[in-house]
Structure formats: structure tokens, C-alpha cells
């Protein structure tokens, strides 16, 4: 069965600093998706980014990226330049081409002033 | 276009009480889950339907019933309802646009409390 791991329950950096969330995985599949969503205090669930394994570059978003090891089995994301607004919980999560979604038990982040 | 959308968005239940969370999305998107969220706990994965007419358990599935109900509803039941069942529900639809193109979205969340 597929897990998702993250090992940073919780954490918090200065305002524009550069913060590092861990994420690892387990799988025997060769083709999956990869994401990291972002859940502030008003519970939505927001993507921030997604990830396809077949793909070898690290997708980008603004002020996120990520640093993707297929063969680590590791995803882990990185704010640049953070802001007060990035304060939130972030999941991990894995899906393979079955549809089904598991997400990590997250990482709470806050960003101070 | 209203996303997913979710009903109510908070409920107060007595043990024993059954209920039913509504669920809907106009995306188009043929699969549907539904999640609950504990402290601690992440999201875990109650049931999902992969297209409309079938459905799959997920990782918690006990105390639970769903109904795939058509393409844009899927609903999920409580049918004697517990305190352990307290959490915040979420409903979510998901959709390969193309091989590569893949699009999720998530409800606003129900926060259902058992007395």
C-alpha cells in the first residue's frame, strides 16, 4: 500500500526567509502524481503544486518549488522569500493513475513577523 | 461555475442520529471522494467513486454509506451516528483533462460534531 510521510510536524521561520518541508513516499508504481497543498485557517484545501513522476524537472510555482527524488522516493517543497500569508498547514499527497489519494498528516507552518 | 460544493457546513448530532452530507460539483469531473480530517490525522480517504454508478471503499470507510447519485452528486451517510465521528468532512472531485492534465478541487469542508 502507498503511504505518504511527513516528518515535520510542525515548524517556523522569519518572514522572507527560504523554509524546507520534507515529504516521503512509498510505492512500487513507476507513474503517479505528487502534491503539495496548502490549508490555511479557513480549512480550504488549496493546491500549490503538482508534480508528475514521469516528468525529471521540478515543477515551479511563483515562490514554490520543489525538489523531486524519484529514486529517494522523496518530495519536498520550498517557499522562497516567505510571507505572513503562507502560514498554514501543508499536506503531502500521492495518487496514482487508480485515482485514489493519500495524503500525509501534514506540516503545520508558521511564518513570523 | 461553483467548484464543489458541500451542504451543511456545520451539523450538531446526537449519538444514535443519522444524517446525510450533500455533495456536488459542475465540472464535469468524473471521480468524487470524500474525506475526513482529525488533528494529527491528515485527510483519510472514507470512499471514492471512480465514475458515476460505481464506488470504493477508502481507508476508513466503517460507519459510512455513499451514493454516487450521478455524474455531479455524491453523497455520504451516517446511518447511526458516533462521537468518533466528529471531524471535518471534505468532498473533492478529480478529472485527467488530458493523459497528463490532471485537476483537483475540494469543498469548503462540513464540521459535523457528535454528542
Known amino acids: 500500500a502507498q503511504t505518504v510521510t511527513q516528518s515535520q510536524p510542525e515548524m517556523s521561520v522569519q518572514e522572507a526567509e527560504t523554509v524546507t518541508l520534507s515529504c516521503t513516499y512509498d510505492?512500487?508504481?513507476?507513474?503517479?502524481?505528487l502534491f503539495w497543498y496548502k490549508q490555511p485557517p479557513s480549512r480550504q484545501m488549496i493546491l500549490v503544486i503538482r508534480?508528475?513522476?514521469?516528468?525529471?524537472q521540478n515543477a515551479t510555482e511563483n515562490r514554490f518549488s520543489v525538489n523531486f527524488q524519484k529514486a529517494a522516493k522523496s518530495f519536498s517543497l520550498k517557499i522562497s522569500d516567505s510571507q505572513l500569508g503562507d502560514t498554514a498547514m501543508y499536506f503531502c499527497?500521492?495518487?496514482?493513475?487508480?485515482?485514489?489519494?493519500?495524503f500525509g498528516k501534514g506540516t503545520r507552518l508558521h511564518i513570523l513577523p | 461555475n461553483a467548484g464543489v460544493t458541500q451542504t451543511p457546513k456545520f451539523q450538531v448530532l446526537k449519538t444514535g442520529q443519522s444524517m446525510t452530507l450533500q455533495c456536488a460539483q459542475d465540472?464535469?469531473?468524473?471521480?468524487m471522494y470524500w474525506y475526513r480530517q482529525d488533528p494529527g490525522m491528515g485527510l483519510r480517504l472514507i470512499y471514492y467513486?471512480?465514475?458515476?454508478?460505481?464506488?470504493d471503499k477508502g481507508e476508513v470507510p466503517n460507519g459510512y454509506n455513499v451514493s454516487r447519485l450521478n455524474k455531479r452528486e455524491f453523497s455520504l451517510r451516517l446511518e447511526s451516528a458516533a462521537p468518533s465521528q466528529t471531524s471535518v468532512y471534505f468532498c473533492?472531485?478529480?478529472?485527467?483533462?488530458?493523459?497528463?492534465?490532471?485537476?483537483?478541487?475540494f469543498g469548503p469542508g462540513t464540521r459535523l460534531t457528535v454528542t
Open positions: 473533492a472531485s478529480s478529472a485527467f483533462t488530458t493523459y497528463t492534465n490532471y485537476e483537483q478541487y
Open positions: 510505492t512500487s508504481e513507476s507513474n503517479y502524481y
Open positions: 508534480q508528475e513522476a514521469y516528468k525529471q
Open positions: 499527497a500521492f495518487m496514482n493513475r487508480d485515482d485514489k489519494i493519500i
Open positions: 465540472m464535469n469531473h468524473n471521480s
Open positions: 467513486s471512480a465514475s458515476e454508478g460505481t464506488t
